[in-house]
């Protein structure tokens, strides 16, 4: 399910590895992320959080110095929203 439906608000643009055809966790998605959040006004990679459902392909996101959230369920969603609202 996306996230963007319990986030709405939170999120300053999302981007799909569908949407660019590169599959994550190659670093060029996340490089795109990176340069998607600059031209949002988010300068540092630390202040973008990947929220994704794979441990693997999404948490590698953090070797770019992204935070990354995993998504397991929809209550680990809840708690993210919770987290983030707070920022």
Request: glycine share 6%.
């Amino acid at each position: 399910f996306p996230v963007t439906i319990f986030l709405p608000d939170i999120f300053h643009f999302s981007l799909y590895s569908d949407e660019i055809e590169v599959s994550k966790p190659h670093p060029w998605f996340f490089d795109q992320v990176k340069r998607g959040a600059r031209l949002n006004g988010v300068n540092f990679p630390s202040e973008i959080v990947h929220i994704g459902d794979h441990p693997i392909c999404d948490g590698l996101s953090t070797l770019s110095g992204i935070q990354f959230r995993l998504v397991e369920n929809y209550n680990t969603a809840m708690v993210i929203n919770k987290e983030l609202d707070q920022l």
